[in-house]
């Protein structure tokens, strides 16, 4: 089965940087979709960024306003998704979570239909 395994995070100051990276193993194929959330105690989690395998396209949820890119190494092995964060805003601050819907066809920015999940990582910014 795939597994996420995701590294980066931390600390930074408002107006910062970070960038996320996500480890991939297991049987994807260019049906998959892999992706980022983020959730915070009080809410759901938010669709961050998406990647479709077959064509590279990404999607960005309507917050990122081309702060953050989202990218994929196909040269690394496993398969690495990293999510480059720019221009940290204290809202920003949440646990940042990899996913991956093996099968689907498409990417939705509905979390209920992602099927695997990373243990996530904790991303902070201050102001």
């Known amino acids: 089965q795939v597994q996420l395994v995701e590294t980066g995070g931390g600390s930074v100051q408002e107006g910062g940087s970070l960038n996320l990276s996500c480890a991939v193993s297991?049987?994807?194929?260019?049906?998959?979709?892999l992706g980022w959330f983020r959730q915070t105690s009080e809410n759901e989690r938010e669709f961050v960024a998406s990647i479709y395998q077959r064509t590279g396209s990404p999607t960005y949820g309507a917050f990122v306003q081309d702060r953050f890119t989202i990218s994929r190494d196909r040269g690394k092995n496993p398969l690495t998704i990293d999510l480059q964060m720019n221009s940290l805003k204290p809202g920003d601050t949440a646990v940042y979570y990899c996913a991956a819907d093996p099968y689907r066809g498409y990417c939705s920015q509905q979390q209920s239909l992602w099927e695997v999940w990373g243990q996530g990582t904790q991303v902070t910014v201050s102001s």
């Open positions: 297991g049987p994807i194929s260019s049906a998959t979709c």
